[in-house]
């Protein structure tokens, strides 16, 4: 298995620009976030989704897209990138170790999007 | 107030010492990971605990339920394991969404 994969590993935009990060899963995991890594703050989870045609809003949301169109890939767009944007993202996806009724998840992450919005 | 700490932020030890990183959390959750990146580096998960003790070759990560409160051990520590230590909760019930620490930058020094 090639676990979680992200394209691309960096990427700079100009302000209004848009784009998409990739990530891709094939484990056949229901679950999949997208995260933002800035300094001096903890992982913040921008969207999530618990299955194919399902997402929703984590923290911080504003400025970015999701879609879950299959099991395996759950895209990231931004729509109008801005300086603020500038962080390293993180693709994660994870299942229940202990079945349907658990609520404890094991957690894979992909290797990283590092972005820069100048 | 954050809902999960750790502490210490930043650890220097010398090769071979004994470990303990710890990690505090406000929230009631289903369970608790602690997660390995190394400098420029992706994350990689090293334990996801519920209850009890779990150990992995040189490391072993506890946590008490009752007191809200876990730890990382790492015990003869080598240059590699130098890295930041990230802990996390699933928390809210049968929900994926994790809660993260701001991690802890430890380096090991030969």
């Known amino acids: 298995n090639a676990g979680v994969t992200q394209t691309p590993k960096f990427q700079v935009l100009k302000t209004g620009q848009s784009m998409t990060l990739q990530c891709a899963q094939d484990?056949?995991?229901?679950?999949m976030s997208w995260y933002r890594q800035d300094p001096g703050m903890g992982l913040r989870l921008i969207h999530y989704?618990?299955?194919?045609?399902?997402?929703d809003q984590g923290e911080v949301p504003n400025g970015y897209n999701v879609s879950r169109s299959t099991t395996e890939d759950f895209p990231l767009r931004l729509l109008s990138a801005a300086p603020s944007q500038t962080s390293v993202y993180f693709c994660a996806s994870s299942y229940s170790s202990g079945g349907r009724h658990s609520s404890s998840y094991e957690q894979y992450f992909g290797p990283g999007t590092r972005l820069t919005v100048t | 107030k954050n809902e999960v700490e750790q502490s210490p932020q930043n650890l220097t030890a010398q090769e071979g010492e004994f470990i303990t990183i710890n990690c505090s959390y406000s929230?009631?959750?289903?369970?608790l990971h602690w997660l390995q990146q190394h400098p420029g580096g992706g994350i990689v998960s090293l334990f996801m605990l519920s209850s009890g003790k779990k150990k992995h070759g040189r490391l072993i990560a506890t946590i008490n339920i009752q007191e809200k409160h876990s730890s990382l051990h790492i015990t003869a520590s080598h240059p590699r394991d130098s890295a930041v230590y990230i802990c996390?909760?699933?928390?809210?019930?049968?929900?994926?969404?994790?809660?993260f620490g701001t991690g802890t930058l430890l380096a090991v020094q030969p």
């Open positions: 996390a909760v699933n928390y809210g019930g049968a929900t994926n969404k994790l809660i």
């Open positions: 989704s618990v299955g194919a045609g399902i997402t």
């Open positions: 484990m056949n995991h229901e679950y």
């Open positions: 929230v009631g959750i289903s369970a």
